[in-house]
């Protein structure tokens, strides 16, 4: 069932170590791709080589050992993984996360991951109560990471409680679950996304455009691709590859793309507009290179087209999703761009925040939309968090027609 996953186990040294055995053992089994990375405590417990032998993969436990000398092994690993599992995870890497500390091949990887990372604590009962280890928690838990709780029963160390790390068989269950396809909600619809920047010519050899990487778009495009829509991909010039399920229509400026939008129009039910359309265009394209004159130069701008405030004024059964890239007031200019527009969410994100806007592969935005609604989605994914975004705005939907 998770054949070609890639599942990163990060192990650490409580007595639950034994069980990690198991858990890789049965991950293999059902098909994953499982790398492991241990820490030296986990390492007193058992030894590199089970794991290895487990996972037929190489384990990994010193951030210096660079097995391959073509990338940087904590980077690669972060990047590489579909799910990364902390199993088990003691209260010492809970705290480490908790603070952003990155000292060994474990936390150095999970920093750098942009995956899910899923937490197994397998501690005393008392240590799993005190109150830094909750409050560790409860950051994480903010934080985005998900935790799977540990089960009561007897401890190693003597004692009856909750604090024994979850059993691999369930966990596996867990993970299966996780990655076993899900319900197609937009199945029978038709979802056209932009994504990218817009080129406006000056003359043959000169544009203006700006920063989008198109990273955002095309993680919508394939979002509503794996739940079940045509998806339409309108893209401005970008250096990303389109994902196969989506049908590519490649775009230069606003008005190509504003054309392009227009003939999938009538026939469609969600448009998501992620593209960052230039507002403004050479007023008159030179049809020869400019040359340089003495003096200071300027060129006259015109308007384009404002694409999504067009469709919000044409629209009849169509849900218009705008996204809006703001410095300040985000919430509040996203709400006037809501009613200007005539959109029926705008997905607003501070391009000032770290690991936010253009060319991140995370982000963090404020989904405003009609009837009030107003949610915040912490630092994800891209992929991930496009997902979440299109989950939520079905599921608001679905609750409003009730
Ligand atoms: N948009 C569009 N056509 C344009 C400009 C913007 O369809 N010519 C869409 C974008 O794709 C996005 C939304 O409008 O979904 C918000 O874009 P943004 O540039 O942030 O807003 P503006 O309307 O340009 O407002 P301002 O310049 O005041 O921030």
Not at 236 to 253: D, H, R
Request: net charge neutral.
């Amino acid at each position: 069932m998770l054949t070609s996953k890639k599942i990163v186990v990060c192990v650490t040294g409580g007595i639950a170590v034994y069980k990690a055995v198991a858990l890789v053992s049965k991950l293999t089994q059902a098909g994953a791709n499982v790398k492991v990375i241990m820490t030296k405590s986990a390492m007193e417990f058992v030894q590199p080589l089970s794991f290895q032998a487990m996972s037929r993969n190489d384990v990994f436990f010193d951030t210096f050992d660079e097995k391959d000398s073509s990338v940087i092994a904590h980077i690669n690993l972060a990047d590489w993984a579909d799910l990364v599992l902390v199993a088990p995870a003691t209260a010492n890497v809970i705290g480490k996360l908790a603070h952003g500390i990155a000292d060994d091949m474990v936390t150095t990887t999970l920093l750098a991951t942009t995956a899910k990372v899923w937490i197994a604590p397998a501690m005393n009962v008392h240590m799993y109560e005190n109150a830094a280890v909750k409050r560790n928690i409860a950051q994480l838990d903010k934080d985005g990471y998900s935790f799977i709780e540990p089960s009561e029963g007897f401890l190693a160390c003597g004692y009856v409680g909750k604090g024994r790390l979850e059993e691999p068989e369930k966990i596996v269950q867990l993970v299966e679950d996780y990655f076993s396809p899900k319900e197609l909600p937009l199945k029978g619809q038709k979802v056209v996304v932009t994504a990218g920047p817009t080129r406006e010519r000056i003359d043959p050899v000169r544009f203006l455009t700006n920063f989008s990487s198109g990273k955002m778009g095309y993680a919508m495009a394939s979002a509503a691709a794996s739940l079940g829509a045509e998806t339409i991909l309108i893209s401005g010039p970008v250096s990303i590859e389109a994902p196969s399920n989506v049908k590519l229509v490649s775009v230069e400026s606003a008005q190509e793309m504003y054309e392009a939008v227009l003939e999938q129009f009538d026939t469609a039910n969600i448009v998501i507009k992620t593209a960052a359309v230039a507002d403004y265009r050479p007023k008159d394209v030179h049809a020869q290179k400019m040359k340089k004159q003495p003096g200071d130069a300027s060129i006259a701008l015109e308007r384009t087209t404002d694409i999504l405030a067009d469709l919000g004024s044409k629209k009849t059964h169509q849900l218009l999703i705008g996204f809006a890239a703001e410095t300040n007031d985000v919430v509040h200019y996203a709400k006037g761009k809501l009613a200007k527009k005539n959109a029926d969410y705008i997905i607003a994100n501070d391009v000032t925040e770290a690991g936010s806007g253009f060319g991140t592969d995370t982000n963090a935005v404020t989904l405003v939309g009609k009837n009030n609604v107003e949610k915040h989605f912490p630092h994800l994914s891209k992929k991930e968090l496009a997902i979440q975004l299109l989950q939520t705005i079905i599921k608001l939907e679905t609750d409003d027609k009730k």
